[in-house]
C-alpha cells in the first residue's frame, strides 16, 4: 500500500474527504517526524512504538579496494510493533 492509497482507504473509514483525510495523513506523518528528530518516542496504544536508534561511528572497509573508511555516527528510526498488530498480523 502506498501513501495515495492509505489517503483512499483513511477517507472511506473515516467519512472524511480524500482532501482532509490526506491533510490528516500528512499531519501524522509530519507530528511522528518531527517528535523523533527531537529524540523522542511515539507510543501508539495497540500499534506499537516509534523510536531512535543511535549508531555508533565505525571503520569499515571498501569491499573493491580494501581501504579503510569511517562511517560516521547516525540516528536511525525504528519501529516495534505492539501486542494487537502482531496478533492481527498473524
Not at 473509514?13 to 499531519?27: P, T
Not at 569499515?60 to 579496494?65: D, E, L, S, Y
Request: aromatic letters at 4%; a positive charge; proline letters at 4%.
Amino acid at each position: 500500500m502506498n501513501k495515495t492509497e492509505l489517503v483512499a482507504v483513511v477517507a472511506q473509514k473515516a467519512g472524511l474527504s480524500k482532501a482532509d483525510s490526506a491533510k490528516a495523513v500528512d499531519g501524522i506523518l509530519e507530528a511522528v517526524a518531527e517528535t523523533l528528530k527531537a529524540g523522542e518516542e511515539v507510543r501508539i496504544a495497540g500499534f506499537g512504538t516509534f523510536s531512535v536508534a543511535h549508531r555508533k561511528a565505525t571503520t569499515g572497509r571498501n569491499p573493491r579496494t580494501g581501504e579503510e573508511l569511517q562511517i560516521p555516527a547516525s540516528n536511525l528510526p525504528k519501529f516495534k510493533p505492539g501486542k494487537t498488530l502482531k496478533d492481527t498480523v498473524n
